[in-house]
């Protein structure tokens, strides 16, 4: 829980979406909020809500990310979208298959009409959102009856028809249904339907805001204020999103947000129209912009991942057409390349810069806090070296069988999954963690005398232990020449601050070995030091216990 809150504590206050997740980076849960930092952090705080399902969802979330969007809307819709497509298991009022409404326009019979729906079907009609809000969507078809005079009436309707109706008289329809209006007209007045409900039409909001103002001046205050009713309502109905649309394509979205020699590609995925994914890869920048998208978009389309229809760049990358046909061949459909200027593909790609500038501050605040925690540990541990490397390792069997062992490497301050190791011990038969131990480090540097190349060694060393465990690796890496390299043990203490069940007394709090010192140090609960240190023992913990499932599960198969 400190972890995330910290990390929380680094979200952009500006509106969007977080997506919290549980064991293997699975989607439990997916909220929105208009300032992300402040939504997210409330579930931090002593005064949080105190609903017992509360409690239950962050026992079980175990980190949280966010897609920042340009309005609160936006955030809404993203929010409906995720949640059809991932089906977090804790989200509860839109797993269904209900959507927002949208508007259609029939444009395939002659006399076409406006309808306020929520089912979108392949019928080549034109729609028009989605809309977060079904009664500004209702107000604002309202509005276009009354201004823009289309039928209101059914199909069948209209072909039975022998004269007009009420509409007419009072001036909310041309009569279609009896010919009193010819069909170019009638269809003069869908087009104009059509602009107003793709924002380029602005002349009837300010109609509507002269009347407001003409009300105002006549003191007729009631009138006044449905005018600007239906004002806010239109406005709120035609306010732009671009995280939903109908009838949208599969493109990918490609965006490089740079400062100095660094910065962070934002990779958002959009499938149907719908934005449903994004990917974060920070870079250090060793040639231009347009160099380095140009070999992020070849390298990583060569890999066995989906190939949109179009592919959108913040930045003109050379040869694109080349890279183009190349993708189309492996893809079997033309593959597009465009590097957009203006229009709705250009406010696509700047979304996607904003997520990138913003998970670019995150990782810029979350290198400095932990260059100061390295230090702060560096000076609590005594030691005379800055800390990049660290390696942890830990044990995992039940009662000697099946027993494996873990190294972990975090490189200053973070996970180097390339580093990590899997042992399958050989001892088996005797639950000895410390003969096991022994072994697991020997065969580690071990390789390292009389090896070819160069090999890492780390700035520290941690064991998941005691005092015992920390006494046979000190015996190994004296043995083996090694004994210059420092080593801690991490004990998991009992009780209030510790991370395990019970009481112990005595032994509250965690527990740091150090060599040539009888009682273990005791950093404060809480601390970012600490936290380091269980993060780092915990993740050994972790991929210790997977491999040992493993092994479990395969004896299991082969014996059934």
Known sequence: MSDLAEKVAQFPQEPGVYLMKGEGGKIIYVGKGANLRQRVRSYFRKERDSRYQIDFLLRKVRDIDFLVTTNEKEALLLENSLIKKHKPRYNIFLKDDKSYVSLKLSIKHPYPSLTVTRRIKKDGALYFGPYSSAASCRETADFIYRHFRLRTCSDREISNRSRPCLEYQIHRCTAPCVGYVSSSNYRAQVEQVRLFLVGKNDLLLNQIREKINQSAQEEKFEEAAHWRDLLEAVQTTLEDQKVVRHGGIHQDLISLYEEGNRGVIALLSIRDGSLVDSRYYPVTLADT?????????????????????????????????????????????????????????????????????????????????????????????????????????????????????????????????????????????????YAMMKEILGRRFGNIVGARHTVPLPDLIVIDGGQGQLNVVLQVLGEMGFSHIPVIAIAKGKGAGARAKGVWEGKKEEEIYLPHRKNPLILKKGSPELMLLQRLRDEAHRFAIKYHRKLRDEKWEDEN
């Not at 459909?333 to 250009?346: A, L, M, N, S, Y």
């Not at 099946?402 to 038969?429: A, H, L």
């Open 289 to 433: 912009t347009g160099n380095v998208l140009k070999s992020f978009v070849s390298q990583y389309y060569s890999l066995d991942v989906f190939i949109p229809d179009e592919i959108l760049v913040s930045t003109a990358i050379d040869s694109s057409d080349l890279l183009s046909d190349l993708l189309t061949e492996k893809r079997g459909k033309k593959v597009f390349i465009r590097t957009p200027q203006k229009g709705e593909r250009k406010e696509l790609i700047e979304l996607a810069l904003k997520n990138a500038q913003s998970q670019f501050a995150r990782l810029i605040d979350r290198e400095g806090g932990m260059v100061d925690t390295l230090k702060g540990l560096q000076e609590k541990l005594d030691l005379s070296q800055p800390i990049h490397r660290m390696e942890c390792y830990d044990i995992s069997h039940i009662s000697g069988q099946k027993s494996t062992g873990s190294r972990v490497v975090f490189m200053d301050g973070e996970p180097d999954k390339n580093e990590y190791r899997q042992y399958k011990i050989r001892i088996e038969g005797q639950p000895n963690d």
